[in-house]
């Protein structure tokens, strides 16, 4: 793996993170967020390849096929079927309007970076540098739990928070320990199978599946 | 062993001379108001009579009816026992001190109180409440003014007081004992029930207050009711008197001191009778809802004269 | 294992046993038998008290917990000092007065399984709480108690609404005591390091944690003694709680405040600064005059006691606050006798309101009426009672020879005794003192006239009065020991005073002629035993010559009474308790808001015929109303703010969630 | 020695299995039972063998029990059997409408709490779970909690959290009405929100072990080169994963799940969460809490602790006053016993730690006692609305008795354990210098014990409705006509109730309750 190469491919799979983030705040379809995620498993699948092979880590090759599998192509399979299931294509009216969605994304991108800098330091080598993106992930993907309606679009925003989690444990500690790693991915996929058995019982339930509507318990 | 004859004289002297000065008063009243009066033995023969008449009971009533005059009696009694009408010397076991004094009167003001509830009227009822009131307004007034005059004294028992007060005639004059005595004087007139608080000849139903409790008794009953409450007059104006003008009061059991006490005790007693008489001839009843503020007066007046004594003196 | 520890532990036994009485005993045999096992804890108690008091210290009962104690030895450890052992015997004689009475008045839910265990674990708790060697033994047992009396309370639950109201206010004031205490202890243990008084006691605390400690013990002390701020529970739970128990609330569960803040005062923090006196001084002689007020317009008896209570632990606490202040300037002979004076009170107070609350169980057991407006007469047809009430209330007057003439006699020396001209500050708080306690006896004396002169002379206002009957021997025979022993400590305070005096360290407190009390700083003395013959003497020819003039005019029966001239007035025509007290409201109007409503019933078709007219007047507690129902209502507003909080949006929870990530973020990374 | 973890792990999976396999069977239900009993026994052996030779290892290090995991075995245990044993006869199989003389005041308010419509109001077995793979679920959960509290290694105790989510969210669901529904959405989204902050943090943690040589997340190696690690990303991890499974221990502000999902689970479920999951999250912030002290010290763990404890007394003082549903007073009482938790750790000193493990055992018995007696009310009365429960303590005494004594031991009445626990707690926060915390938490602990004293008094004690307001007491006897026939309080209540009654003077407890405190401080 050449010195420079490394960087570049670091700094290219964390733009396209941050990019396809962004871009699923901006989006009100469903099926566009859901291929933006395909996209998301895509790269960061590429960066474990790039982090592997830098530090030649054997197992790499192995994890970065389980997480292209699974974050890439079963989940939004997954997702694909339950929304086309309950006839949900179109994201309902947001709870609040785009711009402030963009200008709030753009905040927590900037407080990813602070906090970040604050906590490791100007950091040596890219992938130090690269961190700051785990972190913005994260907070978007609870960005988008906070401002969506519809139950499915809230599991891609959960799907997001994981991704930036799963960045940040990569770059951080140059791949975990592989048991942890497997328990984590099963558990997300755990939870994404329950959601889309909860989100069909809703829409038989309820008859729809926007969360705002869910206020019967309260006090 | 003389303090026990100090006593009996103390009672018998309080026995002589009560009916006397209830006349003297009424006469003087009455000689104020243009009339000729009943004479100064009228009362021992108004009481002399009652005491030989049968008294009723309804039925349901309790021994109440008939143990208060008595218990009011005695009460009285004691208290002229203990109080310095004639000599300073106290019983040694029985001090005659300031609570306890305060106490006997107050046990006879509750059996005369509920006398008054045990008769069943209205009247006893309304008579019982005014006065009870009234007692427990005048009790924060009697405490701090015997207290006043006790402070430079260092004792609480009465006739010490009045045995240092008659030693040094320099402390009568200062504003102290002045405010002191004021406020005694009208807590005498309010407990024994004088002008301006209770007027004690009218039967006026929304005005009487002692009258009206012992309206339902006759008889002896009625007999020791009048002779306690006269008995009460004698013993507080004996303690102002004596506490005002301390002179003539006996230092001990001696044959001579007994003589001079008795004569200036009675003497000092029947002016001050006399006086209060006189006073009372121009004053009229205060509605029974001002005499608080005539009570907070004297507590005001107690409480100057206690603080003066540390802030001026 | 000396006698004290004995006692203890022999306590514990006797608790267990009652409880085991209580559960297993047949129905018929359950008030007789957990009645004696109370009443024997309570006796076992007393004997224990008495032999602290005298100054025999335990080397104290261990019992071993499953948390880690402080320093080494187990947590919880039972060893009462002389002031312990004083009040461990007050609890113990009342408890075990009440539980007589308890055997033949208790029926229906109080006299269940659950009544009989809760009260033989108040009565422990109670007597846990004085013989304490440590915080968490004392706060232990205070809560015991707390729980037993509140269950009691709930006895009723189901034949009267209010008392529902009244345990929740008392369970809520209860704890509000135990937390201030928890909080109090906390300061004084953290700056101590250890649990045990003796431990506190050795340690001198700096300046504002001893004031924090202070502040917040006097607090919780003051909410359980019903000092004024915090009294409002008390005249709500004594009347619904059943007779026998709110006697023992009144007559021991309040002393336990007491106890506590001698506890503090005392022992803790012994040295603390002038201004704790003063605060304990105004607190005092506030509850003392408010207490008496109240109690003064209440037309319920039981309600009247319950205010009383605050007035009377006014006064002792007025007389410790007093203690304090003249021991802190120097002039330690008054000082003592003030402290003396509150120990007198403290065991006078036990022993006349016990015996008023059972007169007042009898009462409610024989016409089931509480309200004084609808009794009367009852003195002809229940003699036992009306005695043991009228010495009671006689003791609650402070009138001669009775235990409340003592204990006000030594409050007042002390007053009268104490040199003024010391400072500025003691010569202006002594007389309002004095005026504030003189005006309290007296408003204490037209309150008992009213509360015995309306309820037990004069003719039945109502049926259920007029058919009242004598109660049964068990009561009888506690009414009459209560009575025995107010007299008796009335007699005979020579003694008593002298052994209180060592339990609060006062000098000068002799006995004269075996009985009499002698104030030796102030040469003077109470003789009671002399008094009462001095007025043997003075009475005996007295009823001899009324006896002489009786025999020549013997009394006539008529059936009229003269009432100027009308016929026979009815006995509702008579004074009330309202109207008796009907003058006092007017003087003070200031503090005693009076609501007063007069409907008026027309005859229909002539306006200016009046049918049927009532006036009734209803007194408040200005405290309660001005500081309590805004309380309430806070709060209460604070829940509905509170509800809209979980309103069941997903959103607003995640977002919860997602503000408590970014400020930890940001406060990680500052 | 360790076979016996292998034995604890092991056999409750296999009776999970068994009970799925024979779902169709009704009495799968005991499977639980026997699940929770062996679980019992187990920690006592357990706590027994650690007190004589120190932790037990296995699985090269993934998991080790010293003597605070055998403590905590022994609280999952026994909270597990009462809830499951108490919950037993009704939870499960439907139950036959049995008459109740009170009658459900449930139409449907417009925009009032949701009284539970007619559907929802008798537990109708649910299609998709039936009695035997509800037991399989019980027995799933049982077997996550003993892999969380045996784990050493802090990754894996992050992925039993997660599985307990994954296993309680259908029990959650099981009721099948809408409002359940609702509650397992939320209960599911927001606890997997938090635990994946929680995950975020372990990667940090382990991003600060790679200065002390390897990166790892075992405990045992973490406190051991505690000194070693990164000091700003210990503190960063510390803050986040503490944050993340406050979520699961409901600590305010992340607790809003918990009124929803334990009011709507049945009975033994709510029982079990309310009353050991959130201790086994506090567990788990209890071990991390040891190693940022020891890396970063107290003052960050202190501040955020005390925080959330304060911040749950409040959300409880508030939420309590004017509730509604007696469940969700219940649930809200488990925050506020969370809340204690928090401020106890937050205290530190041994006094703090070994109060917070017993407030745990007594808290988690005493609540899922009570759940299981307020499922039988629900049964009984048939409405959520503490207004619709009236004099219960004359119509049903044996539901009554034991709903007392438990709300007394909520409220931290003496001789129940809570009591000694409460105080050690307070008195331990004074010690330890958190003057004005420590008083503002007595003025809530306050507010809450009005609000709950409130609700349990009106519901259990009062004047029956139409009924003479004032009548002199002497002259009545109580009518005995309207009191159905006495049943026996359950026997699982009972031992819970007695249990805690006895806890607090259980001096054989000393030992292991310090020697866990000692473990938490890395003591071997």
Sequence with gaps: MTSELYPQLIALTTGLLLLTAVLQVWGRSLVRSIGLLAAQGVALAGLVLTVGFHVGEPGALFVAALVLVVKAIVLPWAMLRSARLIGETRERAALVNTAVELIVAAALTMLAYVVTGSLFGIGSDAAAHAVPVGFALVLLGFWQLLIRRSAVTQLIGFLVLDNGIATVSFLTSGGLPLTVELGASLDVLLVVLILGVLVVRMQAVHGHVDISELKELHD | MTAILVVLVHLAFALAITPVLIGVMRTVRARLEGRSGGGIGQPWRDVLKLLAKEPLRAPGSTPVLSAAPVLLMASSLVLSALVPLVSTLALPSVPGDLFVVVSVLLLGTVALALLGLESGTAFGGMGSSRHMVIAALVEPTVLLSIYAISGPVGSSVLSVIVAARSADPASLLNPVSLLAIVALVVVVIAETGRLPVDNPSTHLELTMVHEAMILESGGRDLGWLEFGSWLRLTALLGLVANLAVPFGVAPDASLVGLLVGVATGAVKLLLAGALLAAVEVFLAKLRLFRVPELLAGSFVLAFLSVSAAYLVF | MNLVDAGLFAQLCLAAAAILLAVFAPVGHRNLAAGIGVAALGVVGAATGVTALLGVQGAGLRVPLALPGFDAIDPLTLAPDRLGGFFLAIVGVVVAVAAVFGIGYAHGPVASRTGWTAFAAFALGMQLVPSAGDALTFLLAWELMAGGSTVLLLADHAAREPVRRATLWYAVMTHLSFLLLVAGFGVVIAASGGTTWSRIAATSINEPLASGAFLLLIAGFATKAGLVPVHIWLPRAHPEAPSHVSAAMSAAMVKMGVYGVLLVVLRLLPMGPRWWAIVLVVVGAASALYGILQAAVQSDLKRLLAYSTTENIGLIVTAIGVGLLLRDSGQTGAGDVAMLAALLLAVSHAAFKTVLFLGAGAVLHATGERDLDLLGGLAARMPWTASAFGVGALSAAALPVTSGFVAEWALLQALVHANSQVDRLIAVVLPITMGVVALTIGLGLLTFVKAFGIGFLARPRTPAAADAHEVGPTMRAALVFGAVVVVGLGLVPGPLAEALATAVNAGGVGTVGATGLALGGFGVLLHPLALTLLTGAVLVPLVAVNFAIARRAPRRDVDLTWGCGGERTSPRMEYNATSYSEPLVRVFRGSLRASRSVDVVRADGAPLLVEEMAFTQETVDVIEDRLYLPAARGVRRFGDFARKLQNGSIHRYIGFSFAALVLVLLWVAR | ?524
């Design chain 4, 1 to 524: 020695m360790a076979v016996w973890i292998w034995l604890l792990l092991l056999l409750p999976l296999f009776l999970a299995g068994v009970s799925y396999g024979l779902r169709r069977s009704a009495w799968t239900r005991w499977l639980p039972v026997i699940a929770a009993v062996l679980l019992l026994v187990g920690g006592i052996t357990l706590v027994w063998l650690v007190g004589l030779s120190g932790p037990v290892a296995t699985a090269s290090g993934l998991l080790r029990v010293d003597a605070l995991s055998a403590w905590m075995l022994v609280v999952v245990g026994a909270v597990a059997v009462v809830a499951l044993w108490g919950g037993m006869d009704r939870s499960v199989s439907p139950v036959p409408p049995s008459s109740n003389p009170v009658q459900p005041s449930s139409r449907r308010r417009p925009g009032s709490l949701s009284a539970t419509d007619g559907a929802a109001l008798r537990p109708t077995t649910d299609p998709i779970l039936a009695s035997g793979s509800f037991a399989a679920l019980l027995c799933l959960f049982l077997a996550a909690m003993t892999l969380a509290v045996v784990a050493d290694n802090i990754g894996l105790m992050w992925v039993a959290i997660e599985l307990t989510t994954i296993t309680t969210a259908f029990l959650v669901a099981s009721q099948g009405g809408r409002d359940s529904l609702e509650a397992a959405w939320k209960y599911v989204v927001l606890g997997a929100v938090g635990v994946a902050i929680a995950f975020l943090g372990i990667t940090l943690l382990s991003a600060a072990s790679l200065t002390s040589g390897e990166a790892t997340v075992s405990w045992v190696l973490l406190l051991q080169h505690a000194d070693a690690l990164d000091p700003t990303l210990a503190k960063a991890a510390g803050a986040l994963a503490v944050l993340g499974f406050a979520t699961k221990a409901g600590l305010a502000p992340m607790h809003s799940w918990l009124p929803d999902a334990h009011s709507q689970a049945p009975a033994p479920v709510s029982g079990l969460m309310s009353g050991v999951l959130l201790s086994v999250a506090f567990y788990v912030i209890l071990r991390i809490q040891a190693i940022t002290d020891a890396a970063v010290g107290p003052e960050l763990m202190r501040g955020l602790l005390l925080v959330a404890g304060l911040l749950s007394l409040a959300v409880t003082a508030g939420l309590v006053l004017t509730q509604r549903d007696y469940k969700r007073l219940l649930a809200y009482s488990s925050i506020e016993h969370m809340g204690l938790l928090a401020l106890g750790a937050a205290a530190g000193g041994p006094l703090a730690i070994a109060a917070v493990l017993l407030h745990m055992l007594g808290h988690g018995l005493v609540k899922s006692a009570m759940f299981v007696v307020a499922g039988r009310i629900l049964d009984y009365v048939g409405s959520h609305r503490v207004a619709d429960v009236r004099n219960l303590l004359r119509l049903r005494p044996d539901l009554a008795g034991p709903f007392l004594l438990g709300s007394a031991a909520l409220l931290g009445f003496p001789p129940f354990v809570t009591f000694f626990t409460e105080v050690g707690i307070l008195v331990a926060g004074f010690q330890s210098g958190l003057l004005w915390p420590m008083l503002i938490a007595c003025a809530l602990l306050l507010i809450v014990f009005a609000g709950i004293a409130r609700h349990v008094l009106s519901m259990t004690v009062g004047v029956p409705a139409g009924h003479p307001q004032t009548v002199p007491v002497t002259r009545r006897a109580p009518d005995t006509s309207a009191i159905s026939p006495p049943q026996r309080i359950s026997l699982p209540i009972a031992l819970a109730l007695t249990a805690t009654t006895v806890l607090g003077f259980a001096w054989p407890l000393l030992g292991p309750l310090t020697a866990a405190v000692a473990a938490l401080g890395g003591a071997q």
